[in-house]
């Protein structure tokens, strides 16, 4: 089972997808070694004042995987633009892919500045989208 900093969902958090995420890797049997780090903030981003990574995943020997996950029901792309359903309303949103790649960046950039060591230590990054089963086409 993984090792799950901080050891509890916090309060605050109110995506079910995130909960479900967070409780899959506590739970699994395979992630013995691995290091899971929830709501992960990035003082020093790349795009925004701030960000925010909902799982940090460290893999000893393999590298590091930032996973922003999307609990919605409801996804959508409109001309390039992203919309996620709320309740009965449409929010559109910044990509999803673009939101976790910038701040897996960010991440990098800052970890490497404190520990130029890290410079080589392969991330990568992935959206999980864990109530949509995308059953309908979209063109």
Known sequence: ???MIPPRVG????????????DKFKKDQETGDWIVLHSMGCAEHSERLSGE????????GVGVLCIEVKASTGVRREEGD??????????KRISPFKQVEDSTYSF???LVKSDWSLKGL??????????????????
Do not use: C, Q
């Not at 990574?53 to 000893?60: E, F, H, N």
């Open 108 to 110: 990098k950039k800052a």
């Open 82 to 91: 992203w919309f996620f359903s709320e309740g009965n309303k449409w929010i």
């Open 1 to 3: 089972m993984a090792r």
């Open 122 to 139: 392969l991330f990568y990054h992935s959206v999980m989208f864990t109530k949509n089963n995308f059953s309908e086409e979209y063109s």
């Open 53 to 60: 990574i909902d799982l940090v995943v460290i893999i000893p």
């Open 11 to 22: 309060e605050k958090t109110v995506s079910p997808g995130e909960i479900w995420l967070f």
